[in-house]
């Protein structure tokens, strides 16, 4: 087999524990998006309801933060000059990345569509209609992948055509901008007068946002990735420059953990005492929430540095590499068998049952429990993942969007 690396980051000096990094943050986002019943997740695989922070709450801005170091040490073999090649090639993976986010999104509401009319009398063709006018009249605008091309995009730009010595002002006035527009318009609390809300409604229309199940039987439309907190997210991705210039610049690993450790200690303690003003809260995107996992990712970081970089700890890690190499590739695939488990099914005691609901309440929950055998299922779906990513992993296929 071929190898086939088209990985920007890919350097024969990338530190390994950066992969792992990686491949827990990926690892961790599908396993928080895959339980085998939504209404039994343990706590710390939850998200917050509104103001906090618990772990689930940190695997996102993980990755967008290690997409910052990743910027640097890419951008860094051309010495962060900006060309119309550099442009076009930007701007065509970005698109990309956005596509393939709306292409998942209409994907899962075309096969729930499907099932939906399936106790209908239409034809296949008639229901396969219906189902695509559907998912087009639905379809969730913004979304994870749609948020990562929009802050990979802008954030790339900034880095080639700002000085560096001016970034860390450029993160300081959108943090601190953002805080004051959200002050000045009361927009704290998640309500119709909200802000971030307001826009969203007005430039996705509210069929195009993210719609929240709540456990009284009603709806609540507040797009987690939405069009104003996107801003502070491109924070996150320039701390993740920042950081991948202290790492670059630094040679022995020793005095690599002591600067990320410094750097990430003044950023935690920053965004903690930016709490009390502005609450950590991940569906806003607030400034202390950047500066919080900014901080503990790079805490992080150094973890690893010290666990596999200098102690020479490897063997635990070995899984996390398969999903570290191929991130992007592993998180659109783990989408899409996702939406393929909760859609494929079959006849099973004169009834139709969809894959997620067989592994999870004939087999899993009645003998583990709603609550493991949920933890089970999701387990189980990571590994699966995993198997088809160790698969590109042994052959050195490397593949970025």
Known sequence: MKKVDIDLTKSTNRLLSLDVFRGITIAGMILVNNPGNWSSIYAPLKHSNWNGLTPTDLVYPFFMFIMGISM?????????????QTFTKLLRRSVLLFLIGLALSWFGLFCRGFNGLRSEE???????????????????????????????FIGSLIILLVKPKRIPWIIGVMLLGYWILMAFTNSYDMND??????????????????????????????????????????????????AGKLIAKTKENKERIQKLFLF??????????????????KKLWSSSYV??????????????????????????????????VNP??????????????????FIYVSKWISLNSFLYNILLSPL??????????????????????NILYKKKIYIKL
């Open 72 to 84: 640097y040490l890419s951008y860094k073999k051309f010495n962060f000059q900006f060309s119309k």
């Open 122 to 152: 239409l034809s296949l063709i008639e229901r396969i209609l219906q189902s695509v006018v559907t998912g087009f009249e639905n379809i969730r605008i913004l979304g994870v992948l749609q948020r990562l091309a929009l802050v990979s």
């Open 193 to 242: 007068n909200n802000l971030v809300a307001m826009i969203d409604r007005a430039l996705l229309g509210i069929n195009h946002m993210y719609t929240e199940h709540l456990t009284n039987g009603a709806t609540a439309s507040f797009e987690p990735e939405g069009v104003l907190s996107t801003l502070p997210c491109i924070s996150h991705v320039l701390l993740g420059f920042l």
């Open 264 to 281: 990430g200690t003044i950023i935690l303690f920053v965004g903690f005492l930016l709490d009390f003003g502005f609450p950590i809260n």
């Open 291 to 324: 500066l919080v996992t900014c901080g503990l990712g790079t805490l992080f970081l150094s973890l690893l540095i010290w666990i596999i970089d200098i102690k020479g700890y490897k063997r635990w890690s070995i899984f996390f590499d398969s999903f570290g």
């Open 328 to 345: 992007m590739i592993i998180y659109v695939l783990a989408q899409v068998l996702s939406i393929l488990f909760g859609s494929i099914g």
């Open 368 to 389: 583990l429990g709603n609550y493991f055998g949920s933890l089970i299922y999701a387990l189980f779906f990571v590994s699966i993942n995993w198997w088809l990513g």
